[in-house]
C-alpha cells in the first residue's frame, strides 16, 4: 500500500514540475513548491507581478473521475485558503498583500490554467 503512495505522490510531484514550468513560461516566479502544514498543502506559491499566488495543480489520466478543475471542490478551496492564510503569517506578508488563488487542470496532454479560479475571502 505505502509503495502506491509514493508511485501517486511522484506522479503528482512530476505534474506540478510541468504546471510550474508552465507557469514560468507565463511570465511567473515560483517562491515554493508543496508547501505543507499539518491542515493542508498548497501545491504551488508563485508571484505574479504583484500578486502572491496560490496555485493547486490537478491531474486527471481520463475524464472518468471528471475533470481536474472538478477536483477542487468548496471543501478543498476552504482548505487552501486556511493553508495560504498561514504561509502569509509565516512568511511575515500583510494583510494588504495581492493574493489570488489559481487552478491548473492537466487532462492528459492539456493544460488548463485558471486565474482567480475561487475567491479567498
Not at 514550468?21 to 515554493?32: K, T
Not at 499539518?38 to 506559491?45: K, N, P, T, V
Request: aromatic share 10%; proline share 2%; hydrophobic share 35%.
Amino acid at each position: 500500500m505505502g509503495g502506491i503512495f509514493l508511485n501517486k505522490r511522484a506522479i503528482g510531484s512530476e505534474y506540478e514540475k510541468r504546471a510550474a514550468a508552465y507557469l514560468e513560461q507565463c511570465g511567473m516566479c515560483i517562491l515554493e513548491y508543496n508547501y505543507r502544514i499539518r491542515s493542508g498543502e498548497i501545491d504551488l506559491i508563485a508571484r505574479d507581478g504583484r500578486y502572491l499566488v496560490f496555485v493547486e495543480v490537478k491531474y486527471r489520466a481520463n475524464s472518468h473521475l471528471g475533470t481536474p478543475l472538478e477536483a477542487v471542490d468548496a471543501r478543498k478551496q476552504k482548505t487552501i485558503v486556511r493553508t495560504a492564510q498561514c504561509y502569509l503569517l509565516q512568511h511575515g506578508y500583510s494583510a494588504e498583500t495581492p493574493c489570488r488563488f489559481d487552478v491548473i487542470g492537466i487532462d492528459g496532454e492539456q493544460i488548463t490554467h485558471v486565474k482567480d479560479a475561487f475567491w479567498g475571502g
